[in-house]
């Protein structure tokens, strides 16, 4: 390990914006959370109820809230987002390591692809005809670009990713390792008794700013492109099913399934292991919770939920019998009603 | 992207069968929908609720069931499953893209194993002893094939897929980056407090025809082999745990999981996210619905759901609340029951 | 194949221990099941509902419990755990294959990194500056092992696996194929209207005597590590997000996800596509079903379940509908218990 370098609290600011209380001398080289943070780390505080390990933290400064301005006597800085001003804080104590330019001497490039001089292309790499890779862009060890795909400028696809024929990455993304990038659509058609395959020619388009999980899945369009736009976040072990499109700046976390052909709004957030039927629409700025399948359209924004809730497994036995047997249960109250209106008629 | 071949509408028609209806001479190079289509497109009509978008395509022919065949005054071929049609041109006007046989210099081949003449192995596959690699297979780069293993004649595995030793892959099958063949099944027994690894000696065998998604796995045995019968079709990110039998021509969409040694019929259709439980039996022709659990064994063909209904986050709180109640709730409405015809005859 | 090497069943018996009853000569070289053992083959019962099967089998010994020393004549060794001496005859007679040690001439291992000489590295393997190979480790072909990342004496990697930079990955581990180990968590915070990424500056730790099955991916940590305890065992298609941490020996079956900073116990038992959520904490000795999801903590060892049961689908359709009543059925019992109650009292 080398030697961190370090910065003083006064230049951070200056170069990230923000108000400092306190002393503009302490060097920070590194962001730390509240338990874990030595000296010459920055921590930060986004929720109230973290503020008795803010009083018992050892970092040499913090990020606050302008709520909780006066939360500590450490050096600090006040920020409307402390969240967004950490993330920012990181990026800057940890640029992203240099990689050295160039076409590593294993990997194997064919003559008619586009490599940018900035670009590099690593060990084992495999880059198909008429590829294109941009400036700056970085290809990880193991990785193939099929033909005519293009990978743009300052994208990053780390080790062992493979980008399918004539699909196309924006810039600045980054593809962790494991994710495939326009394999083949799921259709077939059933003809006399079995599965005929239908070939997929449409493409997956990534737009920019696009960060893909390791072992995420995107199909290629059956006939249009499956489409991904600018600024889209997705997390590991997702499967994107062929044409579907998903709208600017919407996260989705890890394990959930989107079926064909649906179409997701823009700054929406799908939980874990959400799963949406295929040929349905959401809205922009739906939230659908952890483990929730979706299976009808989302018109309005909102929170959607539908997991079914755990309990005991002799609990979960007892009551799950009845879930086969609600119809009845509201057939008999409906029936205790109208019996119950009779009885008290002929009462009074 | 050099200009695409086209074909007279007749000789399509003389080559795949069906009515043609108007000028055989209009020449076709391309499939597409009925939105998108040019005049050099053929699209297809499958269900009535699409003929308004029929009256607006530009396309140059549709294929059209029988009860259609006067929707439209384009030229158009009638076909008794337009959709299987389609699927038949799309295949004849996009025939896979030739790739040249041999072995790529950076391929690292074991001497003892087979590879014929017309195979291909990508650049950077490493195949190991005694494997065979039949005519007119391809092997993608970045494939590795382990000791012993056999790919078909005419199969393909795309870039990065693993194969591991013993494993067989029959003929015209077709494999998914990132997928993995005959890894080592989840076989662990509990011996004084730690996990003892149970060795996985059985095989996975894939039949003919068989098209495995991106990143889906699949186990061998533990003692015997996991079988995947002739014309099955897997889409992405499915895990196929040691000792499952799928039976022939079964479709099973993505994120499907299926626990160990069950065993799931011919003719099946798993929906995306369905769970199997291990140990169960399928009967043939079972569909089971997306995202649904199955936890026994079925007998009759038919179609089975289990999925929790979504709702707005609030009203999900309330009602699930009662979920962990049912059983409470379905004991008072029988008292409620006893009372009232208590009640009842206490009244007449 | 080559001629399986075979054992008498007394000298078995040495080596593993157990009661022999009958005779000791008999040879064998494999295990299998009770219905395809064959007479060179050790079979075993672990049910007594597979007693029947015991009668027909067709093997040369066979393992069974106390209770059952007389069920068979077979030749036979007795033991108090009948599964656990399986696994042990098995391991005995299955033997990982050997690997020549040394380093394959098409991978590409950077001169900083240390590579012990009893271990081997597979072709088109690729190994970053100061990585560490310990002492009959194992790195599959197609295999990437980031910067100063370690792997430990006697692990095995398959082909195709992915370790990140500064991730250890301990001793005598198995990973299967496509696995991804320190991928970047999940990690970001929304800024001004866009997502801003938060480096992934923690590790990704894994113990000694862990397997992680084929396509698991296991984040590293945002700032301190993610952690998997010794003895834990992984099964496919696993997603452990960042900070998680996972206790010793514990087991995990395929397609669970696991989200950001939950802390799993030891010895617990997660079935397949269990989802745990984000920062909750499970006790030792959990048992979770498969499917279930777990939304909050669980202080206490047990068995949680929670799926919605499956049905013919138009019965799932009419029962489901009253899911989203629920509480509008509570309220109507409650209800006609409160009229009930006046009824009954006016009446009497």
């Given at each position: 390990?080398?030697?961190?370098?370090?910065?003083?609290?006064?230049?951070?600011?200056?170069?990230?914006?923000?108000?400092?209380?306190?002393?503009?001398?302490v060097?920070?080289?590194?962001?730390?959370?509240?338990?874990?943070?030595?000296?010459?780390?920055?921590?930060?505080?986004?929720?109230?109820?973290?503020?008795?390990?803010?009083?018992?933290?050892?970092?040499?400064?913090v990020?606050?809230?302008?709520?909780?301005?006066?939360?500590?006597?450490?050096?600090?800085?006040?920020?409307?987002?402390p969240?967004?001003?950490f993330?920012?804080?990181?990026?800057?104590?940890?640029?992203?390591?240099?990689?050295?330019?160039?076409?590593?001497?294993?990997a194997?490039?064919?003559?008619?692809?586009?490599?940018?001089?900035?670009?590099?292309?690593?060990?084992?790499?495999v880059?198909?005809?008429?590829?294109?890779?941009?400036?700056?862009a970085?290809?990880?060890?193991?990785?193939?670009?099929?033909?005519?795909?293009?990978?743009?400028?300052?994208?990053?696809?780390?080790?062992?990713?493979?980008?399918?024929?004539?699909?196309?990455?924006?810039?600045?993304?980054?593809?962790h390792?494991?994710?495939?990038?326009?394999?083949d659509?799921?259709?077939?058609?059933k003809?006399?008794?079995?599965?005929?395959?239908?070939?997929?020619?449409?493409?997956?388009?990534i737009?920019?700013?696009?960060?893909?999980?390791?072992?995420?899945?995107?199909?290629?369009?059956?006939?249009?492109?499956?489409?991904?736009?600018?600024?889209?976040?997705?997390?590991?072990?997702?499967?994107?099913?062929?044409n579907?499109?998903?709208?600017?700046?919407?996260?989705?976390?890890?394990?959930?399934?989107?079926?064909?052909?649906?179409?997701?709004?823009?700054?929406?957030m799908l939980?874990?292991?959400?799963m949406?039927?295929?040929h349905?629409?959401?809205?922009?700025?739906?939230?659908?919770?952890a483990?929730?399948?979706?299976?009808?359209?989302?018109?309005?924004?909102?929170?959607?939920?539908?997991?079914?809730?755990?309990?005991?497994?002799?609990r979960?036995?007892?009551?799950?019998?009845?879930l086969?047997?609600?119809?009845?249960?509201?057939?008999?109250i409906?029936?205790?009603?109208?019996?119950?209106v009779q009885?008290?008629?002929?009462?009074?």
């Open positions: 390990m080398t030697k961190r370098k370090s910065f003083r609290l006064g230049d951070i600011v200056k170069q990230l914006g923000g108000e400092l209380i306190g002393d503009a001398d060097r920070i080289d590194q962001v730390a959370t509240l338990e874990s943070a030595r000296p010459t780390d920055i921590t930060f505080l986004t929720q109230p109820r973290f503020l008795p390990q803010l009083g018992q933290t050892q970092a040499g400064a990020i606050l809230g302008p709520e909780a301005r006066d939360a500590s006597s450490l050096p600090r800085i006040i920020s409307a987002n969240y967004a001003y993330a920012r804080v990181s990026a800057f104590l940890n640029p992203p390591a240099a990689i050295e330019p160039g076409i590593h001497e294993s194997v490039v064919d003559k008619s692809a586009r490599i940018a001089g900035s670009a590099s292309i690593g060990a084992c790499a880059i198909g005809k008429h590829a294109q890779v941009a400036d700056h970085i290809i990880g060890p193991g990785c193939f670009i099929g033909e005519a795909a293009s990978i743009g400028a300052g994208s990053r696809l780390h080790a062992n990713v493979t980008v399918y024929h004539d699909c196309r990455i924006g810039a600045r993304c980054i593809v390792s494991g994710a495939v990038i326009g394999s659509g799921f259709g077939i058609a003809d006399d008794g079995v599965w005929r395959k239908i070939p997929q020619i449409g493409r997956a388009l737009g920019d700013d696009v960060e893909i999980g390791a072992n995420t899945t995107i199909d290629r369009g059956a006939l249009d492109d499956t489409v991904i736009e600018d600024g889209v976040k997705l997390d590991n072990q997702i499967q994107i099913a062929h579907v499109r998903i709208g600017a700046c919407t996260a989705i976390a890890g394990c959930v399934g989107i079926a064909g052909s649906a179409r997701i709004g823009r700054h929406c939980g874990g292991a959400a949406i039927l295929g349905i629409t959401i809205a922009d700025h739906v939230t659908v919770s483990g929730t399948f979706i299976m009808k359209s989302i018109d309005e924004p909102g929170t959607y939920t539908g997991v079914y809730p755990f309990s005991s497994h002799p979960w036995l007892k009551n799950a019998a009845h086969r047997q609600l119809d009845d249960l509201a057939k008999r409906h029936e205790l009603e109208r019996r119950l009885t008290e008629r002929n009462h009074s």
